[in-house]
Nanobody, 122 residues
Framework: QVQLVESGGGLVQAGGSLRLSCTASGRFFNIYTMAWFRQAPGLERECVATISPTGGASYYADSVKGRFTISRDNTKNTVNLEMNSLKPEDTAVYYC???????????????WGQGTQVTVSS
């Protein structure tokens, strides 16, 4: 069982930066692929980025490539999302997720955090 808690959301102006963090409790954090998803009102939850258990491989959605960076620290059971050059269309609730393999879809992520709001003003 893994519990995930996100932090770091907030309100930022367009062009600004935010850093989201997700802390995991429970065992075997270092065997899970970790991911960040986001969901804006009226839209489906979409995958923003994923990172492999060792941190050696990552995936980014085209919409955030070059602006967002995912990283993890297996010694601290944390995964971070550094977001730069933020745009109003990045506004959403951001969720941390853990699963057995990388995929840009809600499946196969078994564990989810409660979400943190990111609002980018124009």
């Amino acid at each position: 069982q893994v519990q995930l808690v996100e932090s770091g959301g907030g309100l930022v102006q367009a062009g600004g930066s935010l850093r989201l963090s997700c802390t995991a409790s429970g065992r075997f954090f270092n065997i899970y692929t970790m991911a960040w998803f986001r969901q804006a009102p009226g839209l489906e939850r979409e995958c923003v980025a994923t990172i492999s258990p060792t941190g050696g491989a990552s995936y980014y959605a085209d919409s955030v490539k070059g602006r967002f960076t995912i990283s993890r620290d297996n010694t601290k059971n944390t995964v971070n999302l550094e977001m730069n050059s933020l745009k109003p269309e990045d506004t959403a609730v951001y969720y941390c997720a853990a699963g057995p393999y990388s995929a840009p879809t809600v499946r196969p992520y078994n564990y989810w955090g409660q979400g943190t709001q990111v609002t980018v003003s124009s």
